[in-house]
């Protein structure tokens, strides 16, 4: 770079770290629930159970986001979510960009609201989907899990 040349803007990168305590807290937002856990060693597992749409896919991805710092494997379990809609795609690009940025390795469980809408809208595959049922089984997460980490019983 030559000295005439403009040197680029300067630039700020958000940076959160969760909180502890705020993995054993779950949010509700417009008729989806959001719940995480650490799992050892470095691993998150974010449970999405409900519907996705425009009202609470920007609230998804913050959700996601807040909770990644710090950790080198992200699992997001989307298997009980009932209504996926377009808007929790450009959520999902969100995520996928967040993990590639602070270099967090992402694996994707999806049911089949979820499939259906992947497969018209992520045609290449470039989301990372657990694809074959016996390599994810090892992420997958029992029923009686998943509603421990959504329902009342914390």
Known sequence: ????????????????????????????????TFSACQLPPSKVLVTIHGEIDATNSCA??????????????????????????????????????????????WTLLTGPHVGRLLRICDPARELPVARDPSAAKYLRTRPGDRKLLVGGDH
């Not at 680029?8 to 940076?15: D, K």
């Not at 009980?80 to 390795?105: D, H, K, P, W, Y």
């Open 1 to 32: 770079m030559s000295i005439s040349e403009s040197l680029p803007a300067p630039s700020t990168q958000r940076v959160y770290r969760p909180d502890p305590r705020s993995f054993d807290l779950r949010e509700e937002h417009h008729r989806a």
């Open 60 to 105: 998804l991805a913050r959700y996601v986001e807040r909770r990644i710092f710090g950790s080198r494997q992200l699992i997001l379990d989307l298997q009980t979510v009932e209504f996926f809609a377009a808007s929790g795609f450009a959520a999902l690009s969100n995520i996928n960009v967040m993990c590639a940025r602070v270099g967090v390795q």
